[in-house]
């Protein structure tokens, strides 16, 4: 299955991508793991990427594209994967249409007080790509997945979260009508805890 989850940040992709990829044995191709990674490791491409991401502004389509496209080739996503993350904006959506064509894609939809409740306590761990919430983790300070050390994103701060909020609206929350309109889109409420978002998920792709 090809399935790209769509939501605002804070949303729960990461989260839900996370357990559908041992559930259905398949990748999850998150791209803002793809640009950490890069980051952590300096390379050129994180080099040019930081400000960016820092700033909570997307990366440009020709890059972000590019990537995704030599990603997607790769022999482990011949049976499907998860996206998440991408595509971001209509010029991803339609350079994704035009090189693979999707099964569907899963709207997360979360309301806005949810956001700002799961972005102010999130805890990422870089090793395992992992997310975490204050609120199940206690005083833990490493992950409970791999025992790495866990950190706050840099751009879960208060400014850059705002601004990731108004990308998204503007740029990214468009894709919705996008998916609708090729009869791929399928909705889920996103409030409530993991499990029972993600029931809803996999409810919602049986039908
Ligand atoms: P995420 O982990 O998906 O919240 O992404 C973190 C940051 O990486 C975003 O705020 C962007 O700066 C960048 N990024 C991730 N995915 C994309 C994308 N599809 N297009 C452009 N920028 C992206």
Same mark, same amino acid.
């Given at each position: 299955?090809?399935?790209?989850?769509?939501?605002?940040?804070?949303?729960?992709?990461? #989260?839900?991508? =996370?357990?559908?990829?041992?559930?259905?044995?398949?990748?999850?191709?998150? #791209?803002?793991?793809?640009?950490?990674?890069?980051?952590?490791?300096?390379?050129?491409?994180?080099?040019?990427?930081?400000?960016?991401?820092?700033?909570?502004?997307?990366? *440009?389509?020709?890059?972000?594209?590019?990537? $995704?496209? /030599?990603?997607?080739?790769? *022999?482990?996503?011949?049976?499907? &994967?998860?996206?998440?993350?991408?595509?971001?904006?209509?010029? =991803?959506?339609?350079?994704?249409?035009?090189? =693979?064509?999707?099964?569907?894609?899963?709207?997360?939809?979360?309301? /806005?007080? #949810?956001?700002?409740?799961?972005?102010?306590?999130?805890?990422?761990?870089?090793?395992?790509?992992?997310?975490?919430?204050?609120?199940?983790?206690? /005083?833990?300070?490493?992950?409970?997945?791999?025992?790495?050390?866990?950190?706050?994103?840099?751009?879960?701060?208060?400014?850059?979260?705002?601004?990731?909020?108004?990308? &998204?609206?503007?740029?990214?929350? *468009?894709?919705?009508?996008? &998916?609708?309109?090729?009869?791929?889109?399928?909705?889920?409420?996103? /409030?409530?805890?993991?499990?029972? $978002? &993600?029931?809803?998920?996999?409810?919602?792709?049986?039908?």
């Amino acid at each position: 299955m090809r399935i790209i989850l769509l939501g605002a940040p804070g949303s729960g992709k990461g #989260t839900m991508a =996370q357990k559908l990829t041992s559930e259905l044995n398949i990748p999850q191709i998150s #791209t803002g793991d793809i640009f950490r990674k890069n980051l952590r490791e300096g390379t050129p491409l994180g080099l040019r990427v930081k400000d960016i991401m820092a700033s909570g502004a997307l990366v *440009p389509d020709e890059i972000t594209i590019e990537i $995704v496209k /030599n990603r997607l080739i790769e *022999p482990d996503c011949a049976n499907g &994967y998860i996206l998440d993350g991408f595509p971001r904006s209509i010029a =991803q959506a339609e350079a994704l249409d035009a090189f =693979q064509s999707i099964d569907c894609a899963v709207n997360l939809d979360v309301d /806005n007080e #949810t956001v700002v409740k799961r972005l102010s306590g999130r805890r990422f761990c870089p090793d395992c790509s992992g997310t975490f919430h204050v609120s199940s983790l206690g /005083n833990a300070k490493t992950c409970p997945q791999c025992g790495g050390k866990l950190i706050i994103r840099a751009d879960d701060s208060e400014e850059t979260v705002r601004e990731r909020l108004r990308v &998204y609206e503007k740029t990214t929350f *468009p894709l919705i009508e996008h &998916y609708e309109k090729l009869g791929k889109l399928i909705t889920v409420d996103g /409030n409530g805890g993991i499990d029972v $978002v &993600y029931r809803r998920i996999l409810d919602a792709l049986k039908k």
